[in-house]
């Protein structure tokens, strides 16, 4: 219980320091600096289950609303973050023609749609499409200075009748890098 | 494999299809503009004139050029085409209902194209109206660009889920003369890889 507790707390204050002790991350995180701004690539690493593919298949709408943060490490206090942006992918299943409609919204906004008959594609499109997003364009970052992109994810409906692949409410992933100019 | 990319005016398919003509070197289609078209469709299309042979005009520029690609497609081949069924369906909303049922006629000659891969682009309005200002096309009024763009994309995102292998796409924030911008347009239609013509460091070249 308290070796919990201490890990919430280290999570809290500095969640950079937590990730270098923490246990391998199944949400992975790759920042990309590049002309003046930084893409974020990440994947969930997990595999489809038979419990999320009946989930998929009862025709509901599964959504993955990852919360990625751009923030600034700190040593002596609580991290800062610089820049939100939350990414949404949906799922829904329609039984009567056989196709995913899946679908990619950044803060709200769609960004993608699409359907497909694969059950692998639709699988993707929720757990790994994520590539080289420009989430934080515009949002101003200090030369030689270390950031890191932290991103979040839950899943919804979220009830005991379906069981994601995670545990608990929110699979983590964390990145750092040094912006360089 | 046929990829049409489509999407209301001034969304910047011309470029698209150009810049992904080039890069997959396999050839492209575009739909033209002012020099091409008989300048009667210009004029008519600015007064929300003689709907259907405007519409039946762009019907046949298609099917020449789908015809045209039909000739030379293979296998590993990405040829791009600006226009599809989808575009003749989304402008019928330009014309009163009257003219419906005449222009479903019409409709039918692109029910053969059948391309691989439809690209719906999407976009902001202020995103369309800062494109048509910069091209500043000289028979386009800025205005009624943008009424006829909001209308015509509602359209487009309406139809794009009844059309098999069709994407929307919302182009805000990818450039398509940025190398990222086409990746982004790639990666999210899933469209092949291209083939890079490579470039090397030389001194010499020889064998």
Avoid at chain 2, 134 to 158: T, Y
Wanted: hydrophobic share 40%; charged share 25%.
């Amino acid at each position: 219980m308290l070796k919990r507790v201490f890990f919430a707390l280290l999570l809290l204050l500095n969640p950079a320091l937590a990730l270098a002790s923490g246990p391998d991350q199944n949400l992975q995180v790759i920042p990309l600096p590049r002309d003046g701004e930084v893409l974020v690539s990440f994947k969930l690493d997990e595999a489809l289950t038979d419990e999320v593919r009946a989930a998929i298949h009862s025709g509901l709408t599964i959504k993955f609303v990852y919360k990625v943060d751009l923030r600034r490490s700190s040593a002596v206090w609580m991290d800062r973050t610089i820049a939100s942006a939350v990414v949404t992918a949906t799922v829904r299943y329609d039984t009567l023609t056989r196709l995913y409609h899946y679908s990619r919204t950044l803060d709200g906004r769609i960004e993608f749609a699409d359907t497909t008959e694969k059950e692998d594609v639709a699988w993707s499109a929720l757990t790994r499409e994520f590539q080289r997003l420009s989430l934080f364009r515009g949002t101003p970052l200090e030369a030689n200075a270390e950031y890191y992109v932290r991103v979040r994810a839950n899943a919804s409906p979220h009830s005991n009748a379906f069981v994601w692949p995670w545990q608990g409410d929110d699979a983590m992933g964390f990145a750092k890098f040094t912006f360089v100019k | 494999m046929r990829v049409a990319i489509v999407g209301g005016p001034g969304i910047g398919k011309s470029t698209l299809v150009r810049q992904l003509g080039d890069l997959y070197h396999n050839g492209s289609y575009g739909e033209g503009e002012k020099g091409v078209w008989d300048p009667r469709v210009l004029e008519d299309i600015e007064r929300g004139r003689n709907p259907i042979g405007v519409t039946a005009y762009f019907a046949r520029l298609y099917d020449a050029n789908y015809r045209d690609a039909a000739a030379h497609d293979a296998n590993g081949k990405v040829i791009f085409f600006e226009g599809a069924r989808i575009t003749l369906e989304a402008h019928l909303a330009e014309y009163a209902a009257e003219y419906h049922a005449e222009l479903r006629r019409v409709l039918a000659i692109g029910d053969a194209w059948n391309p691989d891969r439809v690209i719906v682009l999407t976009s902001s309005t202020d995103t369309i109206d800062k494109h048509i200002r910069q091209r500043a096309r000289p028979f386009e009024n800025a205005e009624n660009m943008v009424r006829r763009f909001r209308l015509i994309d509602g359209e487009f995102r309406r139809l794009a889920p009844l059309y098999p292998n069709t994407v929307v796409i919302d182009r805000d924030n990818k450039e398509f003369h940025e190398r990222e911008g086409l990746l982004q347009i790639i990666r999210l239609a899933r469209l092949p890889q291209f083939k890079e013509i490579p470039y090397e460091q030389m001194d010499r070249f020889g064998g």
